[in-house]
């Protein structure tokens, strides 16, 4: 294969579709050889590489936040909308977030060559089943630049190779985090390969690399519904991801009512613009005189605009009416669908018809509600009496997470560490044949 090089940034008009086609498999290839040297690495060589990405990201503040800058900047040529803009930006704080989830990766024990069952056969064969990486990853994502860290940090850790491409609204902060990724591999001698970023805005490019199942043992594309459906559609290799995040929360009949306030404006305004955060309110009939005026009225004192079926209409003074389709939309802003239901039946019903099979919160002091509820709602994260917005990797102690699943094979959920590892049966004997 011919030998192409990766330039700083590489614009459609740069590329033909046989350097396309070159460049991909390059990357690729080196991703495979990449993960086969990182399957013997120790879970020291791996955090060795991990805190130097925290003494390079403390030390490259000003740079990663003047990149940043010129996306922001850029984001109206995009057409982003305020909550798209918000997952773009970078802060002082939110690189210290970055820190911490790199802190508490490291704190994770690594999870390769983990003995997950084993057992002694009648004929003395030791059968064990281990923990290995998935291969190599091909992580496809939008907007939110930290993710670079993230991905990179969680795949390495786990032993995988992982080529990342990030969407052109957050190229330049992508390419600054690559620049700290590379250095940080180098300086701790693993191989740079086991971390690529592609450096091409061209979305052939995607198209290539999704048919290399010969080199990608996964992708796992993280972003909106178009881009999960195309990636759905054309990869060749097996596909971890989530579709929208339609989330709900349901008010039962015996909700306490500060809780109810309190869990249903976090759900929905702490960030709007994120795939936990609360779509539509579901609110027992009991409480839709008592509870559901004051989380309306608190709602909307955040900025919320309400859309509302025909019985809360008439209690939500400057709502709108709700339509078929707003039930089952991501608004990812403030924006929220408001259901009044007869019984925890029909909640259930109505989120099983409309919801993602994401997260669904449920606020309740019964323990026989809380225990239907997440029995008989099917989402990857079923939450009582907190916020929906705890679905997520750090706050699930997974340390950060590549996505949120909302398949049931091979992953559901914050997919960590685990979530990015499969497992092989090792035998040990001494001469068995088998009769």
Same mark, same amino acid.
């Given at each position: 294969?011919?030998?192409?090089?990766?330039?700083?940034?590489?614009?459609?008009?740069?590329?033909?579709?046989?350097?396309?086609?070159?460049?991909?498999?390059?990357?690729?290839?080196?991703?495979?050889?990449?993960?086969?040297?990182?399957?013997?690495?120790?879970?020291?060589?791996?955090?060795?590489?991990?805190?130097?990405?925290?003494?390079?990201?403390?030390?490259?503040?000003?740079?990663?936040?003047? *990149?940043?800058?010129?996306?922001?900047? #850029?984001?109206? !040529?995009?057409?982003?909308? /305020? %909550?798209?803009?918000?997952? @773009?930006? $970078?802060?002082?704080?939110?690189?210290?977030?970055?820190?911490?989830?790199?802190?508490?990766?490291?704190?994770?024990?690594?999870?390769?060559?983990?003995?997950?069952?084993?057992?002694?056969?009648?004929?003395?064969?030791?059968?064990?089943?281990?923990?290995?990486?998935?291969?190599?990853?091909?992580?496809?994502?939008?907007?939110?630049?930290?993710?670079?860290?993230?991905?990179?940090?969680?795949?390495?850790?786990?032993?995988?190779?992982?080529?990342?491409?990030?969407?052109?609204?957050?190229?330049?902060?992508?390419?600054?985090?690559?620049?700290?990724?590379?250095?940080?591999?180098?300086?701790? *001698?693993?191989?740079?390969?086991?971390? #690529?970023?592609? !450096?091409?805005?061209?979305? /052939? %490019?995607?198209?290539?690399? @999704?048919? $290399?199942?010969?080199?990608?043992?996964?992708?796992?594309?993280?972003?909106?519904?178009?881009?999960?459906?195309?990636?759905?559609?054309?990869?060749?290799?097996?596909?971890?991801?989530?579709?929208?995040?339609?989330?709900?929360?349901?008010?039962?009949?015996?909700?306490?009512?500060?809780?109810?306030?309190?869990?249903?404006?976090?759900?929905?305004?702490?960030?709007?613009?994120?795939?936990?955060?609360?779509?539509?309110?579901?609110?027992?009939?009991?409480?839709?005189?008592?509870?559901?005026?004051?989380?309306?009225?608190?709602?909307?004192?955040?900025?919320?605009?309400?859309?509302?079926?025909?019985?809360?209409?008439?209690?939500?003074?400057?709502?709108?009416?709700?339509?078929?389709?707003?039930?089952?939309?991501?608004?990812?802003?403030?924006?929220?669908?408001?259901?009044?239901?007869?019984?925890?039946?029909?909640?259930?019903?109505?989120?099983?018809?409309?919801?993602?099979?994401?997260?669904?919160?449920?606020?309740?002091?019964?323990?026989?509600?809380?225990?239907?509820?997440?029995?008989?709602?099917?989402?990857?994260?079923?939450?009582?009496?907190?916020?929906?917005?705890?679905?997520?990797?750090?706050?699930?102690?997974?340390?950060?997470?590549?996505?949120?699943?909302?398949?049931?094979?091979?992953?559901?959920?914050?997919?960590?560490?685990?979530?990015?590892?499969?497992?092989?049966?090792?035998?040990?004997?001494?001469?068995?044949?088998?009769?």
């Amino acid at each position: 294969m011919n030998t192409f090089t990766i330039y700083p940034k590489m614009i459609k008009s740069d590329m033909t579709e046989l350097d396309l086609a070159q460049y991909t498999e390059q990357l690729a290839s080196q991703a495979r050889d990449a993960s086969r040297k990182l399957v013997s690495l120790n879970g020291n060589q791996k955090n060795a590489w991990l805190r130097r990405m925290i003494e390079l990201i403390r030390e490259r503040t000003p740079d990663l936040l003047e *990149a940043n800058a010129v996306d922001i900047e #850029q984001a109206p !040529e995009y057409g982003l909308t /305020e %909550a798209s803009i918000d997952r @773009l930006r $970078l802060t002082e704080a939110r690189l210290q977030g970055i820190i911490t989830a790199l802190e508490e990766i490291i704190a994770l024990p690594n999870p390769i060559g983990e003995i997950i069952d084993s057992n002694i056969r009648p004929n003395g064969l030791l059968v064990t089943r281990v923990r290995v990486p998935l291969g190599v990853v091909f992580f496809i994502y939008e907007s939110r630049p930290n993710v670079t860290i993230d991905a990179a940090a969680l795949c390495v850790k786990s032993g995988n190779a992982v080529i990342l491409r990030g969407g052109k609204e957050a190229f330049h902060s992508n390419i600054a985090f690559y620049k700290l990724l590379q250095e940080g591999l180098r300086d701790v *001698a693993l191989p740079e390969e086991a971390v #690529q970023l592609v !450096e091409t805005t061209d979305r /052939e %490019a995607v198209g290539h690399f @999704l048919k $290399l199942n010969e080199y990608i043992d996964v992708t796992i594309p993280r972003g909106g519904k178009g881009l999960i459906e195309r990636v759905a559609r054309d990869a060749t290799m097996p596909v971890i991801k989530h579709f929208d995040g339609v989330c709900h929360v349901y008010l039962d009949k015996s909700a306490d009512p500060e809780l109810a306030e309190s869990i249903t404006v976090n759900s929905k305004c702490q960030r709007p613009g994120v795939c936990n955060a609360a779509e539509s309110l579901l609110v027992h009939i009991d409480v839709a005189e008592t509870i559901y005026p004051r989380v309306s009225e608190a709602l909307q004192a955040q900025g919320v605009e309400l859309r509302c079926c025909p019985r809360s209409l008439e209690l939500t003074p400057g709502a709108k009416a709700a339509t078929e389709e707003d039930y089952g939309t991501e608004y990812g802003a403030k924006i929220i669908s408001v259901k009044i239901v007869n019984d925890m039946d029909e909640a259930i019903r109505h989120i099983h018809q409309y919801g993602s099979g994401h997260t669904e919160s449920i606020v309740t002091t019964e323990l026989a509600a809380s225990e239907k509820f997440t029995t008989q709602v099917d989402s990857a994260a079923v939450i009582v009496n907190a916020s929906t917005r705890f679905n997520d990797g750090g706050e699930f102690g997974l340390g950060a997470e590549i996505g949120i699943s909302t398949d049931k094979f091979h992953a559901r959920g914050p997919c960590g560490l685990n979530e990015l590892t499969s497992y092989k049966y090792v035998a040990h004997g001494a001469g068995q044949i088998r009769e």
